[in-house]
């Protein structure tokens, strides 16, 4: 799964990507009941939960236990995003796309370089070019 915008000129940005066991959302728009900013698309077949925020609320005052899985979840969330904003700020073009590879080994055969270009902040001919300069290191 994907969640990713367009901006006024067209362009696609891809926030996150959310492989199978990951969860995906727009927090912001989900606790403060606005529109969301982003959309989200499956790029795969994908079980999917959707839930307002009244009915989590619900669960989470029945079920106790799963208030802290969900508050985990979160925690998880707030971290990769922070981490995500850290390395867009710090590192390279290189070294986001190596961390990329890293973290999704998989993702660069199940996602067209469009998309992953579009996640790093720069153009598929920018990509391609990191990637040939990747493999002649």
């Known amino acids: 799964m994907r969640a990713y915008t ?12 959310a492989p199978e066991g990951n969860w ?8 403060r009941h606005e529109p969301s900013s982003y959309a989200i698309e499956a790029l ?13 609320e619900d669960m989470l005052t029945s079920v106790p236990p799963l208030e802290r899985y969900f508050r985990k979840l979160l925690q ?3 971290i ?4 995500r904003l850290i390395s867009s700020l ?7 796309y190596q961390a990329l590879r890293q973290q999704f080994p998989d993702l ?7 998309m992953i270009a579009a996640y790093l902040g720069i153009t ?12 002649r290191e």
């Open 6 to 17: 367009i901006d006024d000129k067209g362009a696609e940005h891809i926030i996150q990507f």
């Open 24 to 31: 995906i959302s727009d927090p912001y728009s989900f606790f």
């Open 44 to 56: 795969e077949d994908a079980q999917l939960l959707l839930m307002t925020n009244e009915a989590m």
């Open 76 to 78: 998880q969330n707030v």
């Open 80 to 83: 990769a995003l922070h981490q």
């Open 90 to 96: 710090s590192q390279s073009t290189e070294e986001k």
């Open 108 to 114: 660069m055969q199940r996602v067209p370089q469009h």
């Open 124 to 135: 598929p001919e920018t990509l391609s070019r990191v990637r040939r300069q990747l493999l």
